[in-house]
């Protein structure tokens, strides 16, 4: 399990360095994209660190942050060494604000039809901007961010790795998601489709899209990352991915003085 844990581990982090700057510390990796303040692109993780060093990086790691101006956050997988790092966090007085689920695709290819209501169809850099708007409004992210978060993805756009993809239902497009393979690994990146037409296959499509693109790139394993609990965990193992293990992601809440 924890090779398989560090492997998408690491698969994560070459993502991270297309999307935003990664320092490295050496006892941890602190990824950072100073105009998207979000933990999801503001954190430390591939925590390697001795126990005695522990709260010696978390001081560090904080004082990173809020130079930044933002809170201090990290995630840590199972390989996270020392194992009760997460104990340390808490009585920094960080909290648990989300938890994913890394899903593996154990169905079977020929088994993944495509809905014929909904059409997919893989775009070039040249239409991120109808993809961008399609990824903001199914997370509803605040629309002065657009172009923040299309220039990010025009960056990782340049990977070869990269490859996106646009969902339409009735000739309007109506969802997106990203596949991003490196080193023979892929993952499904930021699936989405606009709120009014969730539940009509828009998900479903694009997933069995990547999956059949997947397969045939070779790549040897294809995840993807899904909230603990939530709608699209349980839509995902119907279309054959499986839990592995989750990441957590912490955040500091400093309590009030009394």
Not at 219 to 236: I, P, V
């Amino acid at each position: 399990m924890e090779d398989l844990s560090g492997q998408i581990e690491e698969h994560m982090h070459s993502f991270h360095h297309l999307a935003g700057e990664v320092k490295d510390v050496g006892s941890a990796l602190l990824f950072s994209n100073r105009s998207l303040p979000s933990p999801t692109y503001n954190h430390a993780t591939r925590v390697r660190v001795a126990e005695s060093e522990a709260n010696k990086l978390i001081a560090d790691v904080i004082r990173y942050y809020q130079s930044m101006s933002f809170k201090a956050c990290f995630m840590l997988y199972p390989t996270t060494h020392p194992a009760a790092f997460a104990d340390s966090l808490l009585n920094a007085e960080f909290e648990l604000i989300d938890e994913e689920n890394a899903m593996i695709f154990k169905g079977k290819t020929v088994n993944a039809r495509l809905s014929s209501d909904v059409h997919v169809t893989e775009i070039d850099g040249r239409q991120l901007d109808v993809w961008t708007k399609v990824l903001m409004r199914g997370y509803s992210l605040p629309e002065n961010f657009q172009g923040i978060v299309q220039e990010m993805f025009t960056k990782v756009s340049r990977h070869n790795g990269s490859r996106f993809y646009q969902a339409y239902f009735q000739e309007k497009p109506v969802g997106s998601c990203l596949l991003y393979a490196f080193n023979d690994v892929a993952t499904i990146y930021t699936v989405a489709t606009v709120p009014e037409h969730s539940k009509k296959g828009v998900a479903t499509a694009l997933i069995n899209r990547v999956i059949v693109d997947s397969s045939k790139a070779g790549c040897s394993m294809l995840y993807l990352l899904a909230g603990k609990g939530s709608d699209a965990e349980r839509l995902y193992g119907k279309l054959g991915f499986k839990g592995v293990f989750s990441r957590k992601l912490y955040e500091l809440h400093p309590k009030k003085q009394e």
